[in-house]
């Protein structure tokens, strides 16, 4: 192909004499390219929009104030019950508890958001002039004349918005925005030790105390699900893994907090081989023939370690890959986890598995305070 085909190929523009005339291939034809930097005429007729019938505008005055008070009111029935009910009878504790909070929190913040919302689109729709503004491009410095031009502005923009015309927008707004500011600060509050000494203990050491003031060793490990207490004879096969609670968790604890109570109780039971078994310090009496009982609640993040290695006696846990050696006190050989899992100690009473005491140590993961 000849030059002069490569240069006007693609070109079905006439050129002068007939011929066609050369262009880049994939550029518009000067035909579109007048029509693309063509300028519309958006110019309104002078005078539309810059005056406003009085007698609407009052009733979407009303309208307007109306939307923001319900904002305050919302505003200050969260602070009220963030206060007054979501912390009553030891705080927002239990799946029950954190639905109702949830429910009231969340509703009485997204009614003052939608009202605030609403009442400044009704302000802005019905109550602005809408004469059309024209900002001409100029140099950004700031010159004397630029600085009165803004002032100018500005006080034209104040004037045409309301805000210093109709006082009770004016008011009622900052009233609405008021608890919003403050709301923040409130929440603060659970930045306190709320939990206190909660979360050093589980349901564990009050079934240990139930059942020793009955005269027993301690509070017999049921099968989680089934219920039914488990003899060292039907975990007797090394290898075994298991999930277990204390007895009659369900009914020494309120309704609401059953659930809360068994996410933090839950234990895994390993049967590992006594010879390959290496208790801690001051632990050589907390397992039965190398039966061992360690927290389910990992000590990273605190999802359930329940995967267990029967060649290597590792516990894994699923989310982050944080590794356990049960043989060892449960000590972390790979992940992110910061400490071993917590361990149980254990006994055996009429040939059932007997937990003898809390954990010695808060279980899941460290928290601020845990010392």
Request: net charge negative; proline share 6%.
């Amino acid at each position: 192909m000849s030059d002069e085909n490569k240069d006007t190929a693609g070109s079905t523009e006439p050129g002068e004499g007939g011929g066609a005339r050369g262009r880049v291939i994939g550029t518009p034809s000067p035909a579109r390219d007048r029509t693309l930097l063509a300028q519309d005429d958006i110019s309104a007729p002078a005078g539309v929009g810059e005056e406003l019938d009085e007698a609407s505008a009052r009733r979407a005055e009303r309208v307007v104030a109306t939307f923001f008070l319900v904002a305050f009111a919302a505003s200050v029935a969260f602070i009220a019950y963030y206060i007054g009910w979501s912390g009553r009878n030891g705080g927002m504790h239990g799946v029950t508890r954190a639905r109702e909070s949830n429910f009231w929190l969340g509703g009485l913040m997204a009614l003052s958001f939608l009202a605030l919302a609403a009442g400044v689109t009704i302000w802005v729709r019905r109550l602005m002039t809408s004469k059309p503004i024209v900002q001409e491009r100029h140099s950004l410095q700031a010159d004397e004349e630029t600085r009165a031009a803004f002032t100018k502005d500005f006080l034209e923009g104040a004037s045409d918005s309301g805000l210093t015309k109709r006082p009770l927008l004016r008011r009622t707004l900052l009233l609405a925005a008021a608890p919003l500011g403050l709301a923040p600060l409130v929440l603060l509050r659970d930045l306190g030790p709320l939990p206190e000494k909660k979360l050093r203990t589980t349901i564990w050491g009050d079934a240990v105390k139930k059942a020793q003031a009955q005269g027993k060793k301690g509070v017999r490990l049921v099968v989680d699900g089934t219920d039914k207490p488990l003899r060292v004879s039907d975990f007797s096969s090394p290898g075994g893994m298991i999930t277990v609670l204390p007895e009659g968790i369900e009914e020494d604890v309120p309704e609401d907090q059953v659930l809360t109570q068994t996410a933090k109780a839950v234990t895994i039971l390993i049967n590992v081989p006594e010879d390959e078994f290496k208790p801690a310090k001051g632990r050589e009496n907390w397992h039965i023939n190398g039966i061992v009982a360690y927290s389910k609640v990992c000590t990273h993040v605190g999802c359930p370690a329940a995967l267990y290695e029967q060649t290597t006696h590792h516990i894994l846990c699923p989310c982050h890959q944080s590794t356990f050696d049960a043989t060892d006190a449960a000590k972390v050989v790979f992940g992110p986890a910061a400490r071993p899992l917590p361990q149980l100690p254990l006994a055996v009473e009429d040939g059932y598995i007997v937990a003898t005491s809390d954990y010695h140590e808060p279980i899941g993961p460290s928290f601020w305070e845990r010392g």
